[in-house]
């Protein structure tokens, strides 16, 4: 495996992304993750992200000096290089050696980092302040540009490498290339962790977690993640897997019936259906911290499963979706006091929890569990949906969450749905939802005036949700959206729409 130590910087997961990318699987944590545990990993090779830090800066990031003696080849990236530089012994400079966008990176020596990209001269992306100035003879250089006198360097035993600019983007054309050279040529990775493989792995592991007897009680959402988790989990252990629905009173329109047609009728996978609608909306009464909302509905799921649970003789085992953007997003580089947000699956449950969890996606990104379903033979209508938030409606409610408040979204959303669907928007977008904001304006409806709710229509593009952009929509498809909803959800007289990338927004609201 190739270990990820992460300095902070936003294209951290796109170093994932591509390593996956090579059939390779990786690992990303905290840069200060105890040398120890990176010993037992036995990692194949290090690389050290980029981050928003300054060298110059006090308490700025850095690793122990273990870290890049552990044996196996260590790339350092932007920030990254810096560390290895210091740790050398280079002269670094900050301030006017701010270097950001495309600049030309010219190769000076022959170097298996950059075997295969033809040519001397490379276009690149920088984005970074500090510059290495000077370097001990311990170092050689590779290349430079004309901003940065030491743009490539490696160590003399070629064991550790530094480079300035970002191989991850898309705006760096040989980095592709690049990572490949350092993960597959130099690390030597064969490139050969499928998803094939990949169940069978789990399927094994799954099996030596639960035992020959015990059984697993698996919370379905509706979404990929729990669906193919559970498809997995049900490869491993059959009949011993029990699934349950809980109508929260959170979720979209319809969703229960299809969820009964699907599991139980189609895949033939027990299916118990619990109604606990009404403890959930009771427990969010007066809640408006989206942070609250996510661990009081997270703190009652746990709470229904195991009720369920005592009621199903031998499970010892709970079932969960977690995907490894939830396990990201939940530790960030800083440590767990500095977290993005909460996710029910990985920051919600409560220490009384009296069942073990089987996670059997958490190394996963989107995509690649959508792939793990098709493997499983899972019908396209469960592996394409498109994701859904685990707390339901409750995070697309700004404010508080109430029965009337969740019937209005889930009209609207129920608009939003038909209306991506029959245009085809499904097909190019990650994610289009509606969001129900906690205002209200005026507007003219008929003859007279109104003063009603604002709904926002959010859809982004994205690769595996780590990162997105907005969705540029055609107007007419946006009017079409706002006539029906306003004409057809009472209560609601305007709709905006939501033109904010990830970063510096989520994707979703709350």
């Given amino acids: 495996m190739i270990l990820i130590l992460d300095f902070g910087s936003q294209y951290t997961q796109l170093i994932a992304r591509r390593v996956r ?44 000096d273990t870290v890049l003696n552990m044996g196996c080849p260590v790339l350092g990236i932007c920030y990254g290089l810096y560390v290895i530089a210091q740790h050398a012994g280079a002269k670094s400079v900050g301030s006017r050696a701010r270097e950001y966008g495309a600049a030309t990176l010219i190769v000076d020596r022959d170097d298996k980092l950059f075997a295969g990209l033809g040519g001397r001269e490379h276009r690149v992306w920088m984005s970074h302040g500090d510059r290495v100035e000077a370097i001990p003879d311990t170092l050689s250089p590779i290349a430079h540009t004309a901003n940065s006198p030491f743009a490539a360097f490696r ?45 069978d792995t789990k399927v094994a592991e799954i099996q030596k977690q639960v035992g020959p007897k015990d059984r697993v009680i698996m919370g379905l959402s509706g979404g990929v993640d729990s669906s193919v988790a559970a498809a997995l989990i049900h490869r491993a252990i059959g009949d011993r897997l029990e699934c349950v629905f809980v109508d929260t009173g959170l979720l979209r329109a319809g969703e229960r019936e299809r969820m009964e047609n699907v599991f139980a009728r189609q895949l033939g996978i027990a299916l118990r259906v619990v109604d606990s609608s009404e403890l959930f909306i009771s427990r969010l009464k007066g809640l408006l911290d989206p942070e609250q909302k996510r661990r009081i509905i997270g703190h009652t799921f746990i709470e229904v499963f195991e009720k369920e649970a005592h009621a199903l003789e031998g499970a010892r085992f709970l079932g969960q979706g977690t995907l490894y953007p939830d396990v990201i997003e939940s530790v960030s580089f ?44 899972l019908a396209a209508e469960i592996v394409d949906r498109e994701p859904f938030p685990g707390p ?23 608009i939003v749905m038909e209306e991506t669907a029959a245009a085809g928007v499904v097909k190019r977008v990650w994610q289009a939802f509606a969001v129900l904001l906690p205002l209200k304006t005026v507007g003219v409806m008929g003859d007279g005036r109104s003063y009603e709710s604002v709904i926002a229509i959010r859809a982004v593009e994205s690769q595996d949700g780590m990162t997105a952009d907005w969705a540029r929509l055609d107007p007419g498809f946006l009017a079409q959206l706002s006539s029906r909803i306003t004409n057809e959800t009472k209560g609601v007289n305007r709709v905006v729409y939501d033109i904010t990338s990830k970063p510096p927004a989520t994707i979703e609201w709350e």
């Fill in 21 to 64: 990318e090579l059939h390779v699987y990786c690992e990303l944590h905290p840069f200060n993750l105890d040398p120890a545990k990176i010993r037992a990993m036995k990692p194949s090779g290090i690389i050290l992200s980029g981050g928003p830090a300054s060298l110059y800066e006090e308490n700025a990031p850095d690793i122990d």
């Fill in 334 to 377: 800083k440590g767990p006091s500095a977290v993005i947000k909460s996710h029910h699956n990985v920051g919600g449950l409560p220490e009384t929890m009296k069942l073990e969890v089987v996670e059997p996606l958490r190394e996963l990104f989107k995509d690649e569990a959508r792939e793990v379903g098709r493997e499983l033979g």
């Fill in 155 to 199: 160590s003399n035993d070629g064991r550790l490498r530094g480079i300035q600019f970002h191989p991850e983007v898309v705006h760096t054309p040989c980095g592709t290339l690049l990572l490949r050279n350092f993960v597959l040529g130099i690390c030597g990775e064969r490139g050969d962790w499928t998803m094939a493989n990949f169940i």
């Fill in 392 to 414: 339901g409606l409750a995070v697309r409610i700004v404010g508080e969450v109430t029965r009337e408040r969740l019937e209005l979204l889930r009209r609207a959303d129920a």
